[in-house]
C-alpha cells in the first residue's frame, strides 16, 4: 500500500515563500509520475506541477517562474518550492503519483496566503 505524507503547508504573506514536501512510503522511482495538485474552495482540484520518472517536470501556466517541483530519490521525497507566492496560490495541496496507472493521493496540506 502506498503512503504519501505531505508537510510544510502553513500561514504566509504575499510574495513569501513555502517549501512542500511529499515523503513516500516506497521508493519514488517506482511511480510512473508524481506531482501537485490543488483544490481552493469552491473549485476543481487542478495540476500545479508534476515529474516523471524520467525527471521531465510540467507547470501550469499560473506558476511558471515561481514554484519549482524536485525530488531527492534517496529520500523517496518530492519537493514543492512556493516563490512569490499569491493569494490566489491559498489552497489545500496534495501530493499525487502514479503506479502502473493508480492514482495514490497524500492527505493534503493547508497553504494560505495572506497579509
Known amino acids: 500500500q502506498v503512503q504519501l505524507v505531505e508537510s510544510g503547508g502553513g500561514l504566509v504573506q504575499p510574495g513569501g515563500s513555502l517549501r512542500l514536501s511529499c515523503a513516500a512510503s516506497?521508493?519514488?522511482?517506482?511511480?510512473?509520475?508524481m506531482g501537485w495538485y490543488r483544490q481552493a474552495p469552491g473549485k476543481q482540484r487542478e495540476l500545479v506541477a508534476s515529474?516523471?520518472?524520467?525527471?521531465?517536470?510540467t507547470y501550469t501556466n499560473s506558476v511558471k517562474g515561481r514554484f519549482t517541483i524536485s525530488r531527492d530519490i534517496a529520500k523517496n521525497t518530492v519537493y514543492l518550492q512556493m516563490n512569490g507566492l499569491k493569494p490566489e496560490d491559498t489552497a489545500v495541496y496534495y501530493c499525487h503519483a502514479d503506479l502502473r496507472s493508480t492514482d495514490y493521493w497524500g492527505q493534503g496540506t493547508q497553504v494560505t496566503v495572506s497579509s
Open positions: 515529474i516523471t520518472r524520467g525527471g521531465s517536470t
Open positions: 516506497g521508493s519514488i522511482f517506482s511511480f510512473s509520475a
